[in-house]
């Protein structure tokens, strides 16, 4: 069995505000880049994740943009005072005797600042950022396929905050654990609306019962679940 660990939004809590910082990076970084107003940045990052599933990948495409000149201009800023230690989570991972790799679709220097501020840098084994998978990210079928040609024969537990990204995990036969910190009926609409994917979201909910093997509202309640893991990895 192998863990196949989310970054952003699921190694730490999404209440953090963490993504919103990075969410206004990207924006900025597409402004001064492309000379655009806000409206037009907005158009262009809605037009770009719907076609190529990233920003980046669209600016790639058509604009020539570096991918480490992007993602270090996204990833500038400071985690103190944002991200707290996760003693929990470090003890829990330190006790696995499974491949512990983190599949995120940020670079691998903000995951490895990521993990050194959650005080699980040392429970890594691999990460699969987008480099790594050609910049082909969360939730193309593809991305999956790379990181499990590597741990062939394995079985993947799937930890994510993103239902979006499930199902591809169920096509591909993980075990699949969603970090949820508030649950969907308890968020407000303006949560919803920060994905361009708002209506997907929707429908995925009405299918969250055939994508999700286990709900948590924080990562680190997996040492609560993870023998209940361990078995319906060995039923499927």
């Not at 429970?123 to 499990?148: F, H, N, Q, T, W």
Request: with cysteine.
């Amino acid at each position: 069995m192998i863990l196949l660990l989310d970054c952003d939004n699921t190694m730490y809590p999404a209440s953090c505000g963490l993504m919103e910082l990075n969410d206004r990076r990207i924006n900025r970084f597409i402004r001064e880049h492309l000379k655009l107003d806000p409206e037009q940045t907005q158009k262009l990052r809605v037009d770009y994740l719907r076609r190529y599933g990233t920003t980046l990948k669209g600016l790639m495409v058509h604009h020539q943009v570096h991918p480490d000149d992007y993602l270090s201009f996204v990833h500038d800023y400071s985690l103190d005072s944002i991200i707290q230690p996760n003693p929990r989570l470090a003890s829990f991972l330190r006790k696995l005797r499974v491949p512990r790799v983190v599949f995120t679709s940020a670079n691998r220097e903000h995951v490895e600042r990521v993990a050194d501020a959650v005080g699980i840098a040392d429970c890594i084994d691999a990460i699969y950022d987008l480099a790594k998978v050609d910049y082909e990210g969360k939730p193309a079928d593809s991305a999956y396929a790379r990181v499990m040609a590597d741990y062939p024969g394995m079985r993947a537990v799937l930890v994510d905050d993103r239902l979006l990204n499930f199902p591809p995990a169920r096509r591909a036969n993980m075990i699949t654990v969603l970090i949820e910190e508030t649950p969907v009926q308890e968020q407000p609409d303006a949560y919803a609306a920060l994905t361009v994917f708002h209506e997907e979201a929707k429908l995925l909910q009405e299918q969250r019962a055939e994508l999700v093997d286990f709900t948590l509202r924080r990562v680190e309640e997996l040492d609560e679940i993870w023998d209940e893991v361990v078995a319906l990895a060995g039923k499927r």
